[in-house]
Nanobody, 128 residues
């Protein structure tokens, strides 16, 4: 069973930066996976932030974070990262990573329902 554990959250002032990590374990094959970062603010639904296809490295970003956030992977460490720069108060949320197995060249959607595995999340709080 795939397990995902996030870390790196914290409290920063607007304009600051954070790097989130998602350590993955339990993979039993070499298949490609869609891995994504989602976030959920209090009283709001989860929304996709960034995704990456571990097979071909193609990434996608939510419009509001383009140019500020970057998703990356370290295959040797089985770790997914989210580098967040120029943080804004509206970025405050619980951030969690999620994954599902994808075919070669498959698109990594932001539809949370298709993700089979999710972590518990790490809190990011951005103050003015």
């Amino acid at each position: 069973r795939v397990q995902l554990v996030e870390s790196g959250g914290g409290s920063v002032q607007a304009g600051g930066s954070l790097r989130l990590s998602c350590a993955a374990s339990g993979y039993t094959d070499k298949a490609a996976y869609c891995m994504a970062w989602f976030r959920q603010a209090p009283g709001k639904e989860s929304e996709g932030v960034a995704s990456i296809n571990t097979g071909d490295g193609v990434t996608h970003y939510f419009d509001s974070v383009k140019g500020r956030f970057a998703i990356s992977q370290d295959n040797a460490k089985n770790t997914l990262y989210l580098d967040m720069n120029n943080l804004k108060p509206e970025d405050t949320a619980l951030y969690y990573c999620a994954a599902f197995r994808v075919s070669t060249g498959g698109a990594c959607t932001f539809r949370l329902q298709v993700y089979d595995y999710r972590g518990q999340g790490t809190q990011v709080t951005v103050s003015t």
